[in-house]
Each structure stands twice: as C-alpha cells, then as structure tokens.
C-alpha cells in the first residue's frame, strides 16, 4: 500500500502547524479585511475611483509590482492591489510548508521512524500536498467570505477568492517536486523560491512595455488575467489545472524512482581533507551561507534590471503632463524617475531584509541543530563564532541592495544614455534604505541574544513593518504608529533638504541593537538537546 | 596540577528540573576517569558546564587550573571534546569537518589522523548528510584523539559504533593514557567504564554518590552465573560472597560479588563444568541493587540511545 497512512500523516502535519498556519492565515485575512473596507468606505463613488484609475496608469511603478489595472470597479482595485501580492506570499507559504514535511523530515531522519511505521511509500508526499492544500482551501474559503461580506459581487469574489490561492497550488505542488531533486531542504526550498521570483520578474516584465507574451509564461501573470469583478475568466483556471496536473506527475515520478533519503542527483564525494583557507569561523559561515548569498544576488540582478527597463517609460508620461510636473516639484523629492527609484528601493529594502533576517537566524538554527557546540567548544569564542554568521547579516544586505541599485541604474542609464548620472542616483536611493534594514539585522541579533527562543519574532517586525508600509497610508495611521518601523525614517535621497540625520540615528540603532545580542549571548547558556 | 577537574556543590537548574544537585567531581590529571549514570542523571550537563557552555547556577569548578566559564576559550585549546550525538554540517564531507574543528582547537596532527581514520575505517570523502550514526561518531572522535590537547572530555562517546570500532576506541584511549592525557569518560554502560578506567564516579540525579578506583568499588557489583555442571553441588550457599542461589539437579544459577568470583568458579570446577555463562552486572541492576528507593523501572536502555 503505498498512500498507507497518508492520513495519519496529515494529521500529524496539521498539529506541528497548528500555530504556524493559523499565523499565516489570519495574516492574510487581516490584510483582507482591512482592504476591504479601505476601498469600499474610501473610494465609495464613481469619480474618486475614475481618479484613482488615472493616478494609477500615470505611474508604471504600480504596473511592474502589481499588475495591470483592468477597471475602475472597487473590485478591480482590490484585486490589482492585493492579488498578486497576496498571492505571491500565499504561494510561499504552500512552498515553505510542502518542503517542511516532506525533504526536511527526510533529511533530519525524523521520517525514517515514521517510514518504518505503517506508512507507504507515497504518503509522506501526500499527505503533505493535502496539506498544503487544506491550507488554500481555508484561505479560498476565508477570501471569498471576507470580500463578499465586504459587500461585493459573490462571483467576482469566488474569482478573486481563486486569484489569491491558485498560485499557493501550484508552487506547493512545484515544491513537492524539488523536493525530491537532492537531499538538501534548503535547496528544495530555494529553488522553489527561485522560480516563484522568476516568475513574478516575468510577468513584471510582460506587463511593463515588454513583450506581452512574457505574462503568459508565468503563472502569476495567468492569475491576474483572471479578471475578477470584471471578466471573471474562468477558463483561466483551466491552464492551473493543467500545470498543476504536470507538476503532480512529476513529483510522483521522481518519487517512486528514487530511494528514501536520496535525491536523483547523487551526492558527489567532497574531498577528503579541508582546503587550507577553511581554518576560521567566518569561512565556515562562507562555507555554510553562500550559496543562500549567491541565489539572491542573481535575483537581485534580475531583479534590479526588470524595474531599470520598467523604468523607460516613466518620463515619457511626465513630459506630456505639465500640471504632474507641477505637482513634482511641490512634492520636492527629485525628478519622478528619483521617485520611481525611491519606491522600487523601499520595497526592495523590504525584501533584504528577509535576506538579512534569514542570515541572522542562521545563528540560532546552528545552535538548536547542535552545530554550535563543537566550534564553541574549541578555541573560538561566542562573539568569534556570532560574527562569523553576522558578516553576512550585515555585509550581505549592503551586496544585496547595491547590487539591486547597480543593475537598475545600468539597465536604465543605457536606455537613456545617460549610465554615470543614472547610476550614481539608482545607486544612492538604494544606500539610504540600509541603515533601516540594518535595524532588522539588529533586531533578529538582540532577540537571539537576549531571547533566543523568541528569535523568531524578527519575523513578525518585520510583517508589522511591511503591514504599517502598505496599509499606513490607506488607513491613515497616526504618525507615531508609522514612527515605529525604521523604514518610515529613511529620507528621500534626492529632496533638496535631504537629511542624514535620520539615517544616523539608524545606524545607531542597529548598532546598539546588535551589541547588547552580542552581550546576551556571552552571558546565556548555549542551547542543548533539551 | 595534581587535579585535572574538580567541582564543589555544583547546582544546575533548567527550570524546575534539578539538573545538578551539589555535584562533586574530582578528576586527577594523567587518569582516565569514568563518569557513570543513568540516562538523564546529569552526565551531560556536567560537562557542558566544564565546557562553559552551560553556566552553573552556583558551585565552584575548576578545569585545568581555569575558570570554565570565564577562560572557555583559551581552556578549549588545551581540550578536546565529543559529544554522545556528534552532529556535522551535511554539505562539508567527513575529512573537511575533522580537518575544522582541529584547526578551530588550534592544530591537529596530520600523523595521526590519518592513522585513526584508517583504523576507524572511515571514508572522509563522503558528504556528512550521508553517514550513519556511528560513522559521524567516528568523525567527531577521530578529530578529538587526532589534536594533541591535555585533556579529552568524552560524553558516551562510543553510542552507535559497532563492537569492533568499540574495541579501536578503546585501544586509542588506553593510549591516550601511555601518552599521560587526562581522558573524562562518560557512560551508561558499565562493562566500557570497566574495561578502560582508573576511577569512577557514579552520578544519579545531579549528585556523585560514589567515587573510587575499580577495586574500591567491587564490592557494589555482582556477577550472575549460570551453570551446567557434571555433577550435583554440594552446598555452595556456603561459599562468601554467593547470592540468590537455584539449584536443579546439576543446574545452577546465582550471583557471586564480583570480587569473590574466583572462590566461586573454583568450587564448580571442583564438580566438573559442563558449560557456563557469565554475565556481567548491569548499570541497571547495580543501581536497583544500591539505589533501590528511587530508581523507577523502565526500558534498559543500550548503547545506542542518546541523551
Ligand atoms: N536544556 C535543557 N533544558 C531542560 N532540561 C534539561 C536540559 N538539558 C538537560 N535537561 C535535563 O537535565 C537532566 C540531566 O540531563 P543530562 O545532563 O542530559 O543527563 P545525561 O547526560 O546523564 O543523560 C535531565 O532530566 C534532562 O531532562
Ligand atoms: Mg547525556
């Protein structure tokens, strides 16, 4: 029997979730419910949306990181703004979970036990899948309830309900499959989350003066194409289907063929003495994070070259608007290509610092695997052992940005052939977002030092962060409230009364923050099996 | 230095769990001492706390004339140290990680470790997410034995190797020994403390309650016998040291004092022996023996659990 104990299984998933997916979920149906009501108490008439349409199709930036706008209904803005969004964080969370229970169970040999039970062959795959898509069906089920509670049309929101979690489907079951390619979790992980940003840059590019079709090649481009509350393109869902049908049989292939714990690609044999550069904490940190380092600096490549192209036809609009141009300069933050840069900075700020968390946390994850004892009990001590990790938590961010900041400067100083003016200003939006990201790499350092079983939590600032960014402004939260995330701080680099200040106080922060982890870590127990 | 360790009324709590409870431990320098206990009797968390990786909550210890806590670093080069779960980076291979950590201590003998990874038969080539349990065990002591340091603090060590790299270890402490290493053995498993130590010292619940050389420490175990003898007996309930005594026909069974085992084998081989089987006292059985109040029963454990 092979899909013996698929149901156990699932089971035992569910409970080792039962605060990580709730967490997820309600999340998604907070961001839900207060979109909800934003667009349908704040842009209740026909003209404030008509103008709002308009403000959104005069600025390509709102095209490359949401979509195209595909009508002036509440419904269509509500799907513009937060499907694609939404979605994308609803397929990450169906990647993280898919590769949880199935490579990294296989690879801690917690599975092994549960194999040796009465548990066939195919059931950990499985049961994982049901799983993942129990998850989705809840988050269907909570999307469809909010926004048709919310007072709108139930078939557009069974579209938008579908919009949201297709994707969560589809990148789960994709996950499943990597999973089965080596015997690496992270890797499994990775190159799911490598092709989910491949796919999102795709579509970004489809939709922003690049060739159309490229929306076509991505699935996230194919839920936006959806339509809902205006088209309600069912037939859509046919090509998920489609996809997810391949993947599965995928997955169940590589499976059957290949033996517990073993990827298909066999291990190739390391060598047999270290090379004589591996000698110190920090190149074992090299060792153990740069292929992590090494997967976002080609996103961010990508990543900075598709909003540099974007960025081609922003001028254009302004130069045919005087009375935008007026508004510009009343604005004083620059030119609207600094602006552009500026915003695209801001979210990509957000997104290093899931890098420069991820680094952090490396530390905490080395100790609770037991990977921290055997270096600390040579002769290296605590802050050597930290600082090793903490060079890629502090470095890494700098790469990551700047790298982000170089590609969009060249892709657009070439265009407008203008690479030395461009760059240096693409390049100076992204240095002014670092300090702010730093303050999160100090964060996730004093929970780890201080509370190492709270570490976890640098997360949820940063959720809070990124929620006070996107739903701030819509909401109209105090200033105090804004106040607290360090990105509400960082100046617009090209205002003439542009201030270092803030950003100093940042760095302050960070540093301090950094330090007093770093005391707490010499003065706690380091964590044992227990 | 007279005393390699020593620990006055060391307490530990982790929460409400008592982990140390006064511990005294005194560890000579050039000795190879076994520090034996049940699981979860604490054996770990002494030598995390001479490790400085564990602070104690109050007690005095003393590690190579240093503070654990206060001197861990420059104290870790003079040690070496293998956990009763060696656990390795998966994509480093075994050679990588031996050739680490002995770097991160400050040196290792090239000698040598090639030496013991062919005594231990281990291929370092192999990526460390695909070894086994004994064979990770066998990196994390290949890199310990291969650094020359004063003293190896071993915490069961041996948990998953087969009975013949069992032997390889045992043969590589004994040399530790000639070579006048201090060597901190922890285990479960009586037989093992037996084979290699100059002293013991039995820890339960976070407290040492006996220390002493083997000899000292005879008088707390008994050795079952069971017999098969040509003949019928005569009364051998007589002879000292003889316990819980079965006679049928020329069948025996009993328990002999360890220390007056040969009294009672020369009284059967008197009668004439037609097969015999001895078998060593348990950790288990000499702790319900001199313990009995508090142990509650449970699964034996064997070599391959972990704590
Ligand atoms: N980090 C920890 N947190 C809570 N309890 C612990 C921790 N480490 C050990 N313990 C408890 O302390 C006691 C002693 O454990 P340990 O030193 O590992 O025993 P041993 O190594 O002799 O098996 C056990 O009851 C164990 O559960
Ligand atoms: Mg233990």
């Known amino acids: ?530 | 230095m007279e005393t390699a360790i020593s620990m006055t009324d060391v307490h530990k709590h982790f929460g409400r769990t008592h982990a140390l409870d006064g511990l005294d431990l005194s560890v000579r320098t050039g000795e190879v001492h076994g520090f034996l206990g049940p699981n979860g009797a604490g054996k770990s968390t002494t030598i995390r706390v001479l490790l400085g990786l564990l602070r104690a909550d109050s007690g005095k210890a003393t590690l190579l004339g240093g503070d654990p806590w206060r001197d861990a670093t420059s104290l870790h080069r003079r040690l070496a140290y293998v956990s009763g779960d060696v656990t390795l980076w998966p994509a480093l291979s075994g050679g990588e990680i031996i050739d680490l950590l002995g770097r991160l201590r400050g040196g290792l003998n090239v000698k040598r470790r090639q030496e013991l990874i062919e005594r231990f038969e281990l291929d370092p080539r192999k990526k460390a997410r695909t070894y086994s349990k004994g064979n990770r065990q066998k990196v994390g002591l290949i890199a310990a034995l291969a650094s020359d340091v004063e003293l190896l603090l071993l915490d069961e060590p041996t948990s998953g190797l087969d009975p013949l790299m069992e032997a390889v270890f045992q043969e590589c402490v004994n040399e530790e020994r000639r070579a006048g290493r201090t060597v901190l053995l922890s285990s479960h498993i009586l037989a093992e403390v037996e084979s290699l130590c100059d002293r013991v010292s039995i820890i339960r619940k976070g407290r040492v309650v006996e220390t002493g050389t083997l000899a000292e420490l005879r008088h707390l175990t008994r050795t079952s016998i069971t017999a098969e003898l040509t003949a019928e007996p005569g009364d051998l309930a007589a002879l000292p040291g003889v316990h819980d005594l079965r006679t049928e026909g020329a069948h025996v069974t009993f328990e002999v004092d360890t220390s007056r085992i040969d009294g009672a084998l020369k009284a059967l081989t008197a009668v004439g022996v037609r097969s015999l089987t001895s078998r060593p006292p348990t950790l288990e059985e000499l702790f319900l023996r001199h313990y009995e109040d508090e142990l509650k029963p449970g699964p034996a454990e064997d070599g391959a659990s972990t704590s």
């Open chain 1, 1 to 530: 029997m092979n899909f013996a104990g698929t149901w156990s299984l699932v089971r035992l998933a569910l409970r080792r979730d039962r605060i990580l997916l709730p967490v997820w979920l309600i999340a998604f149906a907070l961001i839900l419910q207060s979109a909800v009501a934003t667009f349908t108490k704040l842009y209740d008439t026909a003209q404030e949306r008509a103008e709002l349409a308009a403000s959104v199709a005069s600025n390509p930036t709102f095209e490359a990181l949401y979509g195209p706008l595909y009508g002036d209904s509440t419904g269509a803005f509500l799907s513009w703004r937060y499907g694609t969004t939404i979605g994308v964080f609803a397929a990450l969370m169906s990647l993280l979970i898919a590769v949880r229970h199935t490579r990294a169970e296989e690879e801690t040999g917690r599975l092994e036990l549960v194999r040796a039970g009465v548990v066939g062959r195919l059931a950990p795959l499985t049961s994982s899948l049901i799983t993942v898509y129990l998850a989705n069906l809840v988050l269907f089920a909570l999307t469809a309830a909010i926004t048709a509670g919310g007072g709108l049309d139930g078939a557009g929101s069974i579209a938008f309900a579908f919009q949201i979690t297709v994707n969560g489907v589809v990148f789960g079951t994709l996950a499943g499959l990597t999973a089965q390619i080596t015997e690496s979790a992270r890797f499994a992980s990775g190159l799911a989350g490598l092709a989910l940003g491949g796919c999102y840059l795709l579509r970004a590019v489809g939709d922003t003066g690049g060739p159309a079709w490229l929306s076509w090649l991505s699935p996230i481009g194919w839920a936006l194409r959806l339509r809902p509350f205006e088209e309600n393109a069912w037939w859509v869902l046919g090509l998920f289907a489609a996809l997810t049908a391949v993947l599965l049989t995928g997955a169940y292939s590589l499976q059957r063929r290949r033996d517990f714990g073993a990827g298909l690609v066999a291990p190739r044999p390391g060598p047999a003495t270290a090379r004589p550069s591996l000698r110190t904490p920090l190149a074992l940190a090299w060792r153990l994070q740069r292929g992590l380092l090494l997967g976002w600096v080609i996103g961010f490549v990508l990543l900075g070259a598709v909003f540099g192209g974007a960025a081609n036809g922003v001028e254009d609009i302004f130069d045919s608007n005087p009375q935008l141009m007026e508004v510009l300069e009343r604005l004083d933050q620059g030119s609207i290509i600094d602006i552009y840069m500026t915003m695209i900075m801001g979210i990509t700020a957000l997104i290093v610092s899931v890098y420069s968390i991820q680094a952090t946390l490396r530390l905490r994850a080395e100790e609770t695997g037991l990977l921290a004892e055997p270096v600390l009990a040579t002769g290296v001590g605590r802050v050597k052992w930290a600082a090793g990790h903490l060079a890629f938590a502090v470095i890494g961010p700098a790469v990551l940005l700047l790298t982000a900041g170089a590609a969009m400067g060249l892709v657009y100083g070439a265009a407008v052939g203008d690479v030395g003016g461009q760059l240096t200003s693409s390049l100076r939006s992204s240095a002014v977002q670092l300090p702010a990201v730093w303050v999160l790499t100090g964060l996730a350092v004093a929970l780890f030092g201080l509370a190492p079983r709270l570490a976890a939590l640098a997360w949820a600032a940063l959720v809070v962060f990124v929620l006070l960014g996107q739903l701030g402004p819509i909401l109209q939260l105090d200033q105090w409230a804004m106040d607290l995330s360090p990105f509400t701080h960082v100046p617009a680099p090209s205002a003439s009364t542009f201030d270092a200040a803030p950003l100093l106080w940042l760095l302050a922060l960070a540093a301090a923050l950094t330090t007093a982890g770093l005391t707490g870590l010499r003065r706690r127990d380091i964590a044992s099996a227990g």
